[in-house]
């Protein structure tokens, strides 16, 4: 079936190291967007992105959405404390746009 | 501006009994969807409503699970006769159309003993 992969499932880095989360898909995306979940919270919508090779950027945040509309990655320069949580991108699969497909998310955990 | 509701934060039900989840979207908003998340694990699409119609169910089991968002009141989740497989998180989220984004609401954690 249509599938969204995201890697790596966990990451683990040094407060101010960068840090990067790949999202495929198995078929082209109408939009990507992305959400960060907090430990134990719920998820907070980022960003979306609709255009072909679309870049964004919030602050230390940069969003990409690939050529092919099937693959997108989310960059995070000098890591914080702050940014922990679980990172997860999700696309409209199937026929009804609200029906988002989510990736299984990649754990960030910042080391002070 | 209230945004996504949802309650009770917390349920626990005993094997057979039924759970209902409530869920009161951001104001303006008529497309809710339900979503379930299980630890560490992402979140699975179970039905997408709007407004007293189900556009896309299909993420839904066929048996003990329903929902309904009513013409007046809050968007319910309701599963009868739990199991011990149906503890975990469910999300309901809201949209002011079907292609913006989704605002989740705090989520309702469910646990079957």
């Not at chain 2, 945004?3 to 009770?8: D, E, F, L, R, T």
């Not at chain 2, 626990?12 to 497309?31: D, I, N, T, W």
């Not at chain 2, 292609?99 to 609401?105: K, P, S, V």
């Amino acid at each position: 079936g249509q599938q969204v992969m995201q890697i790596p499932q966990y990451q683990h880095v040094q407060e101010g190291e960068d840090f990067t989360t790949y999202c495929n898909s198995s078929t082209t995306l109408s939009n990507i967007q992305w959400y960060k979940q907090r430990p134990g919270g719920h998820p907070v919508f980022l960003i979306q992105l609709v255009k072909s090779g679309e870049v964004k950027k919030q602050k230390r945040l940069t969003f990409q959405f690939g050529e092919a509309k099937k693959n997108s990655s989310l960059h995070i320069t000098a890591t914080q404390t702050t940014d922990v949580g679980t990172y997860f991108c999700a696309g409209p699969v199937g026929t009804s746009y609200g029906k988002l497909t989510f990736g299984q998310g990649t754990i960030l955990t910042v080391h002070p | 501006n209230a945004g996504v509701m949802q309650n009770p934060r917390h349920l626990v039900r005993r094997r057979g009994q039924e759970a209902r989840l409530r869920c009161s979207p951001m104001k303006g908003h008529s497309h809710v969807y339900w979503y379930r998340q299980l630890p560490e694990e992402g979140l699975k699409f179970m039905v997408y409503l709007q407004k007293e119609n189900i556009i896309d169910e299909s993420g839904m089991p066929k048996e003990r699970f329903s929902a309904e968002f009513p013409k007046e009141g809050p968007s319910i989740l309701r599963i009868q006769q739990v199991v011990r497989g149906d503890s975990a998180a469910y999300f309901c989220a809201s949209s002011s159309t079907g292609t913006a984004e989704q605002f989740f609401g705090p989520g309702t954690r469910l646990t079957v003993l």
